[in-house]
């Protein structure tokens, strides 16, 4: 199956406990951090790639929810504010992913696929009109 | 007008303006005409068409709106202080309550490059974004007062609707091609054609290509000073050639300039227009700049006038330039040439190397300009106007010259 990617914001209380640690062994998962961060009012944030069996990662995700943690799907993550996007196609030949591409070569649209951002940021400061923005 | 084989006159511009006014005039694209022409050719062509519509939409950097703020009581005379927009700095070199604000105008405060590459987020073509999209903005006024003119500090929201004279004017706008920006060197590099990657990571362009309003009148015959022009969403005026106006590029032998060439200066009345055409950018690294939205209309006065709104991505071609040392050295080494079919196909080879390549400009914006601009004339909403002056073109025209310098030495 298709790993899924997450974002999860841990409450201050929780920082100092391994709940990834024990999601990842309890529920036999792979994983893959991309990106990790503590706030400085001591939020974490924590964007994950999970893989391994359906009902586990269900299990998991419980056990993370159980423990205070907000877990969202990571298409949140990104948005492209389209009110601001002037259209250019800057951050098309930054996106590592082709998450953001050229929807068609004849209007030059660009459009964006939720799907395949892994939530990187390349593109953030390079948007001349920064339409691009992180939601946690 | 120069009467020449395929330059004989088939209509004037009173006569597409009286088809205007009576809702028959025949109004294409800059893009729609190419397959017109294909499917006709050019004589046919030109007898059916009136007027072909350009667009472009990218960052212009000499751009700039000045505006009267109005007196205060008692006088205040901002000439020779100093005045803040927002924390951003305009020029008060003027009478008393005129102001020019810069498109790339930076807060005294801003970090700018010190800490590189810099982010940039707000300077003199944001200010102008919100004048435009009618949010208040802050005046601050040190001036040193004078009899007639007491007042030595201000400090006042202001808004567009309460100026007396709100004016775009743009000293160098709507360049007739430009480079295409590669990287060389080991490292990132950021520029006004954004972030390049290093060893030709990617190739940046910047025009609006086969849309784009010079490259469809490459020899300015139909438009020169005093053309009405879409602006920002509004209407302005061609008030000159731009700065660095180069009509020497060299050019294929359809007309078209292979380096940037042309370029136009323009004014229009602020007020009308929207901030969805007038927007501020940041180019990290680099500084602040104004996208701006131009569109130009073409009358078709004759077959040779049609034959250059013809031209497709493909019959135009750019330099490749190397901006980690060519671009900023002054240097004149090309890397080669590419047409903006290449370019718009998302890959070109520069040096045997496949480089993905991003626009700067926007094409999809620029056909929603020539779209908006074709509606007006066929609901007869924007009549054609006749060139009062022509723009310097041909050998009279004044040389593009760098500057020599001529150092001087400071007394020991």
Same mark, same amino acid.
Request: charged share 25%.
């Given at each position: 199956?298709?790993?899924?990617?997450?974002?999860?914001?841990?409450?201050?209380? *929780?920082?100092?406990?391994?709940?990834?640690?024990?999601?990842?062994?309890?529920?036999?998962?792979?994983?893959?951090?991309?990106?990790?961060?503590?706030?400085?009012?001591?939020?974490?944030?924590?964007?994950?790639?999970?893989?391994?069996?359906?009902?586990?990662?269900? *299990?998991?995700?419980?056990?993370?929810?159980?423990?205070?943690?907000?877990?969202?799907?990571?298409?949140?993550?990104?948005?492209?504010?389209?009110?601001?996007?002037?259209?250019?196609?800057?951050?098309?030949?930054?996106?590592?992913?082709?998450?953001?591409?050229?929807?068609?070569?004849?209007?030059?649209?660009?459009?964006?696929?939720?799907?395949?951002?892994?939530?990187?940021?390349?593109?953030?400061?390079?948007?001349?009109?920064?339409?691009?923005?992180?939601?946690? | 007008?120069?009467?020449?084989?395929?330059?004989?006159?088939?209509?004037?511009?009173?006569?597409?303006?009286?088809?205007?006014?009576?809702?028959?005039?025949?109004?294409?694209? +800059?893009?729609? #005409?190419?397959?017109?022409?294909?499917?006709?050719?050019?004589?046919? /062509?030109?007898?059916?068409?009136?007027?072909?519509?350009?667009?472009?939409?990218?960052?212009?950097?000499?751009?700039?709106?000045?505006?009267?703020?109005?007196?205060?009581?008692?006088? %205040?005379?901002?000439?020779?202080?100093?005045?803040?927009?927002?924390?951003?700095?305009?020029?008060?070199?003027?009478?008393?309550?005129?102001?020019?604000?810069? /498109?790339?105008?930076?807060?005294?405060?801003?970090?700018?490059?010190?800490?590189?590459?810099?982010?940039?987020?707000?300077?003199?073509?944001?200010?102008?974004?919100?004048?435009?999209?009618?949010?208040?903005?802050?005046?601050?006024?040190? +001036?040193?007062?004078?009899?007639?003119?007491?007042?030595?500090?201000?400090?006042?929201?202001?808004?567009?609707?309460?100026?007396?004279?709100?004016?775009?004017?743009?000293?160098?706008?709507?360049?007739?091609?430009?480079?295409?920006?590669?990287?060389?060197?080991?490292?990132?590099?950021?520029?006004?054609?954004?972030?390049?990657? =290093?060893?030709?990571?990617? /190739?940046?362009?910047?025009?609006?290509?086969?849309?784009?309003?010079?490259?469809?009148?490459?020899?300015?015959?139909?438009?020169? %000073?005093?053309?009405?022009?879409?602006?920002?969403?509004?209407?302005?005026?061609?008030?000159?050639?731009?700065?660095?106006?180069?009509?020497?590029?060299?050019?294929?032998?359809?007309?078209?300039?292979?380096?940037? +060439?042309?370029?136009?200066?323009?004014?229009?009345?602020?007020?009308?227009?929207? =901030?969805?055409?007038?927007?501020?950018? $940041?180019?990290?690294?680099?500084?602040? $700049?104004?996208?701006?939205?131009?569109?130009?209309?073409?009358? #078709?006065?004759?077959?040779?006038?049609?034959?250059?709104?013809?031209?497709?991505?493909?019959?135009?071609?750019? /330099?490749?330039?190397?901006?980690?040392?060519?671009?900023?050295?002054?240097?004149?080494?090309?890397?080669?040439?590419?047409?903006?079919?290449?370019?718009?196909?998302?890959?070109?080879?520069?040096?045997?190397?496949?480089?993905?390549?991003?626009?700067?400009?926007?094409?999809?914006?620029?056909?929603?300009?020539?779209?908006?601009?074709?509606?007006? %004339?066929?609901?007869?909403?924007?009549?054609?106007?006749?060139?009062? +002056?022509?723009?310097?073109?041909?050998?009279?025209?004044?040389?593009?010259?760098?500057?020599?310098?001529?150092?001087?030495?400071?007394?020991?």
């Amino acid at each position: 199956m298709t790993p899924r990617k997450i974002v999860l914001t841990f409450p201050k209380e *929780k920082i100092d406990k391994p709940i990834v640690y024990k999601l990842i062994k309890d529920h036999n998962l792979t994983f893959n951090i991309m990106k990790a961060s503590i706030t400085p009012d001591q939020e974490g944030h924590m964007v994950l790639e999970i893989d391994g069996e359906a009902a586990e990662i269900e *299990k998991g995700i419980k056990y993370l929810k159980d423990q205070g943690v907000k877990v969202e799907p990571l298409s949140k993550d990104i948005k492209v504010n389209w009110d601001k996007c002037t259209q250019c196609g800057v951050c098309v030949a930054i996106c590592p992913t082709a998450a953001l591409y050229i929807k068609d070569r004849k209007t030059m649209e660009v459009a964006f696929d939720a799907q395949k951002c892994i939530a990187c940021e390349l593109c953030i400061r390079p948007c001349p009109p920064r339409a691009i923005e992180v939601h946690f | 007008m120069a009467k020449t084989t395929s330059g004989e006159g088939i209509r004037t511009i009173e006569e597409i303006n009286e088809k205007i006014k009576s809702g028959k005039a025949v109004v294409v694209t +800059a893009e729609e #005409i190419i397959e017109i022409v294909k499917k006709k050719g050019t004589a046919a /062509a030109a007898r059916e068409v009136d007027v072909v519509t350009t667009g472009t939409f990218g960052p212009m950097c000499s751009s700039g709106a000045y505006f009267n703020f109005g007196h205060t009581r008692p006088k %205040i005379k901002a000439g020779g202080g100093k005045a803040y927009l927002n924390g951003v700095p305009a020029y008060a070199g003027w009478a008393a309550v005129d102001l020019y604000v810069g /498109a790339t105008a930076s807060p005294d405060d801003d970090p700018r490059n010190k800490i590189h590459p810099g982010e940039f987020a707000y300077g003199g073509a944001h200010v102008i974004e919100d004048l435009v999209a009618g949010k208040d903005v802050r005046l601050q006024v040190e +001036a040193y007062g004078t009899d007639c003119y007491p007042r030595k500090h201000l400090d006042s929201l202001i808004n567009i609707k309460d100026l007396n004279e709100a004016v775009l004017f743009n000293s160098r706008n709507a360049y007739q091609n430009y480079n295409v920006a590669v990287n060389l060197s080991d490292k990132t590099i950021y520029t006004y054609l954004g972030t390049l990657k =290093p060893k030709l990571g990617n /190739a940046n362009y910047c025009s609006a290509g086969q849309l784009s309003p010079l490259l469809n009148d490459p020899y300015y015959k139909t438009l020169g %000073i005093g053309t009405r022009i879409w602006l920002g969403g509004g209407i302005g005026y061609i008030v000159w050639q731009g700065t660095q106006h180069n009509p020497h590029a060299p050019r294929l032998a359809n007309g078209v300039t292979k380096r940037p +060439a042309g370029t136009l200066a323009l004014i229009g009345d602020l007020k009308q227009m929207s =901030p969805k055409w007038i927007k501020g950018v $940041s180019f990290v690294g680099y500084g602040v $700049s104004l996208n701006v939205g131009i569109g130009i209309p073409i009358p #078709i006065l004759n077959e040779e006038i049609l034959k250059h709104t013809a031209i497709a991505d493909e019959d135009i071609v750019a /330099a490749v330039v190397d901006y980690s040392d060519a671009y900023p050295n002054g240097k004149p080494e090309v890397l080669g040439e590419v047409n903006y079919k290449q370019v718009k196909s998302g890959e070109i080879e520069v040096k045997g190397k496949k480089v993905p390549t991003a626009g700067i400009s926007s094409y999809r914006r620029a056909l929603e300009i020539a779209n908006d601009l074709k509606e007006q %004339i066929k609901k007869g909403e924007f009549l054609l106007t006749q060139k009062v +002056a022509d723009l310097p073109v041909g050998d009279s025209a004044p040389k593009f010259k760098p500057l020599k310098e001529r150092p001087v030495k400071e007394d020991k």
